[in-house]
């Protein structure tokens, strides 16, 4: 079946689709496996492989979802999805941060799918890069991260920048992550100052050139 009969078949004009969905059906078999939550999601070939829970934001393709796979949960609310075992990321770019610090802030065991390439860099970006950032910190100090270039043509539509794979697995977990992605929002608003000047025995070291580990005990020391 080729994208515009899968389109025909669930009814989803292709003036929906906004953003590029994975078609290669080897590669869906290869990440979705288990208790996935789809934070949003497209009715088609992902859905013959992988039962979870599936949210998206727009009334055809939920009413699509709900009359052909009745096995799935289907919520409206793309950003207020539920804890489960693995998050398949396949999201709008302009929403695909977003998802992915709540996935973390939730705990998710996994976290694995497709987005923009300089979104990936931003997960795998070392100390002193200019995309180390919040996510980047967040990420690295909760979760084992892998993320890899794809080709293009295992999409559609043809996506107009290099897209990326990214794995994520947990090996850390916090009390309240909130408050230290809170933090780090906080203190990378000053991202090439001291460490030292702006907390007291701290590390002689830019915010930016800091890495999760030394930020995160900075964080440590200011709760106690």
């Known amino acids: ?19 590029p969905v994975v078609v290669d059906e080897d590669l869906i078999k290869e990440f979705a496996k288990g208790d996935v939550v ?17 949210l998206d934001d727009h009334p055809a393709k939920l009413n699509a979802l709900r009359s052909e796979y009745t096995h799935i949960t289907v919520l409206s609310d793309p950003l207020n999805f539920p804890r489960g075992r693995t998050l398949y990321l396949e999201t709008p770019p ?34 002193g890069w200019r995309e180390y950032d919040p996510l980047s910190v967040l990420a690295q100090f909760l979760y084992k991260v892998e993320a890899y270039r794809l080709p293009n043509d295992v999409f559609y539509p043809t996506p107009k920048g290099p897209m990326a794979e990214v794995r994520m697995v947990l090996h850390r977990r916090l009390e309240n992550p909130s408050m230290f992605y809170a933090f780090l929002k906080k ?9 030292s000047a702006m907390f007291p025995g701290a590390p002689n070291v830019r ?3 800091a890495d999760p580990d030394t930020l995160f005990e900075v964080f440590e020391s200011t709760t106690k």
């Open 38 to 54: 789809f934070p949003y999601a497209f009715p088609g070939l992902i859905f013959r492989f992988v039962g979870g829970v599936a």
């Open 207 to 209: 915010v930016q050139d």
């Open 1 to 19: 079946m080729d994208y515009t009969e899968l389109l025909a078949k669930y009814r989803v004009p292709p003036t929906l689709v906004r953003k």
């Open 94 to 127: 302009e929403r695909t941060r977003d998802v992915l610090i709540r996935a973390m802030l939730l705990g998710f065991p996994e976290i694995v799918g497709t987005l923009r390439e300089s979104i990936g860099v931003h997960l795998v970006a070392e100390p």
């Open 187 to 195: 203190v990378f608003q000053h991202r090439r100052r001291l460490l």
